[in-house]
């Protein structure tokens, strides 16, 4: 089973908006991500967690606000976004102790910013 | 400087005919890792076959292959006997580095190849 759960899968909010995204897997990886994906272009990292610890930040600005709270579960809180974060938000996870440490992607949550 | 290249913004095959699609890299490694994945118009993201940069041998999945070129760094997949459903976005990413050790690694992404498969 590699099945990655994101939740909500699409979600509209306004500039004011406070909104989170969920994303859970179990798996048993250790390895989590936040990636952005903009219309016709490739994923872009955002975040890492390493066993539940912040391992990378790509310089995103602090409306985002990644949270761990356990080895399975991510969110990923928005406060305050303005209309250019419209996007595709995937997640994934790895087992970050194997040769390969594939990532393993959600169905991802489309966000639209009004 | 782009460290995955796919030069095929598009491509349109037959059904049932085999499929390349192209992903050069560039890296000083020398251990890193090459993956493909698809995406669907729904937006996931599948992985489809990995390759290690030591591993001798391509790697192959059922109907997909990978052919590995170390020399020339490519990393081409070929899906054989293509299908309706192998319409969808490729990715060829890259991770470099050795990830033994707590703390995970970043993957690059190729700019993608839309693949349509007509029937």
């Known amino acids: 089973d590699t099945e990655v759960t994101q939740t909500p899968k699409h979600l509209v909010m306004g500039m004011t908006n406070k909104k989170s995204l969920k994303c859970e897997q179990h798996?048993?990886?250790?390895?989590m991500y936040w990636y952005k994906q903009k219309a016709k272009k490739p994923p872009e990292l955002m975040f890492v967690?390493?066993?539940?610890?912040?391992?990378i930040n790509e310089s995103v600005p602090s409306r985002f606000s990644p949270e761990c709270p356990n080895s399975s579960l991510l969110n990923l809180h928005l406060h305050a976004l303005q209309p250019e974060d419209s996007a595709l938000y995937l997640c994934?996870?790895?087992?970050?102790?194997?040769?390969?440490?594939?990532?393993?992607f959600g169905a991802g949550t489309r966000l639209s910013v009004l | 400087a782009q460290k995955i290249t796919q030069t095929q913004p598009g491509m349109f095959v037959q059904e049932k005919e085999a499929v390349t699609l192209d992903c050069t890299y560039d890296?000083?490694?020398?251990?890193?890792?090459l993956f493909w994945y698809k995406q669907p118009s729904s937006g996931e993201m599948i992985f489809l076959i990995y390759?290690?940069?030591?591993?001798?041998q391509n790697a192959t999945e059922g109907r997909y292959s990978l052919n590995f070129q170390k020399a020339r760094k490519s990393a081409n997949l070929v899906i054989s006997a293509s299908q309706l459903g192998d319409s969808a976005m490729y990715f060829c990413?890259?991770?470099?580095?050795?990830?033994?050790?707590?703390?995970?690694?970043?993957?690059?992404f190729g700019q993608g190849t839309r693949l349509t498969i007509n029937p």
């Open positions: 990413a890259m991770r470099e580095g050795v990830s033994l050790i707590q703390g995970a690694q970043k993957l690059v």
């Open positions: 967690y390493s066993y539940e610890k912040l391992s």
């Open positions: 890296t000083s490694d020398q251990s890193y890792g």
């Open positions: 798996m048993g990886h250790r390895a």
């Open positions: 390759q290690g940069s030591y591993d001798e």
């Open positions: 994934a996870s790895s087992q970050d102790e194997t040769r390969e440490n594939i990532q393993y």
